[in-house]
């Protein structure tokens, strides 16, 4: 019964999958992602000092070292220097030694939790983010149309792109309940609610076996349900307002796993968090959500609302959990998040 009940769910994951990229297709010419702010420089001339942060877990990880090592040696520069994250450190450490040692560019080799550790130390310094995306996501190098299935291609962009700045965002969690407290970065996209539990629940050998899809079945299986208990919400230190949810986004920008553009209107430099409240009750609501977002239609729907804000808190009565940029981080009960405009350093196309 479960393979069945697992074999039905890939089946529509794989429906939602194929009509989604074609939704975007058609739509592609309707929204440009150029930049907002700065547009892309070219690095100082001269030889760079590379740092690679290597998840060594990655399958691919020996074959991007060995790029990046041949890729340095034929531009005359210095050896890279290699540090490899381990499961107790996905790359903190790693990357202070990398700054400590003068690093003109670091590489998270690796997936989207690799690349915003090595974001959250680099946020705020001129030092070069370049990314060699080795991950089931790869989020952030999808909304910076990097070309994810051409790894030589990635580190030639991670050596010798031109770079620009963009925002990174940190969400901030307490648990009264447990009376813990945390701080996440986070690039592209994080979350409370719904979209958290299914990052949660998502199935570890199904996801190794089709990828992104696995996302996919598990939401189908968390669709049933009512919307969650009340929730305040405050937008720019605004009055709190109540909202019944099941799940509420905050964005950076707009692309998800299999070219989907949730928020076209989402830009990783404009200084602003886009914030999706969803809260459908019903297939119905789940249905039209799903056309909403595949076809980019403008009709609003009342169980999907979008606002703009550099900051955002929202309180619940009991822990909910909640996620950045496709990383489980916890239930908490009080939840703020916050924008810091083009704080990062990126290499990008040319």
Not at 6 to 31: C, D
Not at 58 to 80: T, V
Not at 323 to 331: H, K, S
Request: charged fraction near 20%; proline fraction near 5%; glycine fraction near 10%.
């Amino acid at each position: 019964m479960r393979n069945w009940i697992i074999g039905g769910a890939l089946a529509a994951a794989g429906a939602f999958a194929v009509t989604s990229w074609w939704g975007v297709r058609r739509l592609r010419e309707q929204h440009s992602r150029s930049a907002v702010g700065e547009p892309a420089q070219t690095p100082e001339p001269g030889p760079q000092q590379v740092a690679v942060i290597l998840n060594p877990t990655k399958a691919r990880a020996a074959e991007a070292e060995m790029l990046i090592e041949a890729a340095c040696r034929g531009a005359g520069w210095a050896h890279p220097l290699v540090f490899e994250t381990t499961a107790d450190d996905p790359g903190h450490s790693m990357t202070r030694k990398a700054l400590e040692a003068g690093a003109d560019v670091v590489i998270p080799c690796g997936g989207d939790g690799t690349v915003r550790v090595v974001a959250e130390a680099l946020a705020g310094t001129d030092v070069a983010l370049g990314l060699v995306p080795l991950g089931t996501g790869n989020l952030l190098a999808r909304n910076l149309d990097l070309d994810i299935t051409r790894l030589a291609q990635c580190v030639h962009t991670a050596l010798f792109g031109r770079q620009r700045r963009i925002d990174t965002a940190t969400l901030s969690l307490e648990n009264r309940a447990t009376g813990s407290k945390s701080e996440h970065t986070f690039l592209v996209i994080a979350g409370m609610g719904m979209d958290a539990e299914v990052l949660s629940d998502t199935n570890e050998d199904l996801k190794k076996a089709v990828g992104w899809i696995a996302y996919t079945e598990a939401g189908i299986r968390h669709m049933p349900g009512r919307r969650r208990k009340k929730v305040d919400i405050s937008l720019d230190e605004g009055d709190f307002q109540t909202r019944r949810i099941r799940s509420v986004l905050f964005a950076n920008c707009s692309k998800l796993p299999g070219g989907v553009d949730f928020i076209p209107e989402a830009y990783v430099d404009d200084g602003v968090l886009d914030i999706v409240v969803m809260s459908p009750r019903s297939l119905i609501g789940w249905l039209s959500m799903w056309v909403k977002i595949t076809f980019q239609h403008s009709r609003p729907l009342p169980v999907m609302s979008f606002y703009g804000a550099q900051k955002v808190r929202i309180r619940s009565g009991e822990p909910v959990e909640t996620q950045v940029d496709g990383d489980p981080t916890g239930p908490a009960t009080d939840i703020s998040v916050e924008v810091h405009p083009l704080s990062l350093l990126v290499r990008v196309n040319g």
